[in-house]
């Protein structure tokens, strides 16, 4: 197990534009070839939106991403015509395949802090694709074969435990309150990788809540994708 701290994050975003951002991988002017990716996922971002701050259109490709809202509202557009409004607890997905444009935005009147997870697909190419999935009940599975990786949200009261996936590869992201983890605590911004992960257990040692990805390994198929 690998913990990284969240204040080992990299620092990013534009804080005059209303926009904070940091970064859990090697992302753009913080190059790190020894922090490239973690299983599929290559990219766990918090971000932080003062209100009327976004994100202009901007591409990408060959990117699975998936955004989870923590508090406020984030409103989303891409150049496939969709639009949608992500609430807290909603889960957004974004199929970049070979290409595709959005725009970000925190159009409401409270602060808007997200959590947004790149992961990289198994095979290139293919039709841009997006949905949304309000309020995603707690240890339902998200999948997301295309990575051969599943999400789960875990929130935990006070002395509660979660027992966590058997799985080639398995990150575990605070997003508030503090777990006790293979003898480590952890606390809002903290994270675990955790490789040939065998069913650790996460006791909360407050009200927490918790973004678990399952992940298979390489020689694994998308058989992840499918719980």
Avoid: K
């Avoid at 766990?44 to 591409?59: I, T, Y």
Wanted: aromatic share 6%; glycine share 12%.
């Amino acid at each position: 197990m690998d913990v990284r701290r969240a204040a080992e994050r990299y620092e990013g975003g534009d804080e005059a534009a209303g926009i904070t951002t940091r970064h859990a991988f090697s992302f753009g002017p913080h190059y790190d070839p020894g922090n490239l990716r973690f299983g599929a996922l290559i990219a766990c971002n918090e971000e932080r939106l003062a209100p009327g701050a976004g994100f202009d259109e901007h591409p990408h490709s060959h990117t699975e991403i998936v955004t989870w809202v923590v508090e406020g509202e984030l409103t989303h557009r891409d150049s496939t015509g969709r639009e949608s409004v992500v609430r807290p607890g909603d889960v957004q997905y974004l199929s970049a395949a070979a290409g595709v444009r959005h725009v970000e935005r925190n159009d409401g009147s409270a602060p808007l802090v997200f959590v947004q997870m790149w992961l990289a697909p198994r095979e290139h190419g293919g039709e841009p694709r997006h949905e949304v999935v309000r309020a995603l009940a707690d240890l339902a599975p998200y999948a997301v074969p295309r990575a051969g990786a599943v999400l789960r949200v875990r929130r935990l009261g006070a002395g509660e435990e979660a027992v966590l996936p058997a799985a080639a590869h398995v990150y575990v992201h605070v997003v508030r309150g503090r777990v006790r983890l293979g003898g480590e605590e952890l606390g809002p911004g903290d994270a675990a990788r955790i490789t040939d992960a065998a069913g650790e257990r996460a006791e909360a040692a407050a009200a927490s809540e918790l973004i678990v990805w399952e992940m298979a390994g390489e020689d694994e198929g998308t058989r992840a994708g499918a719980g």
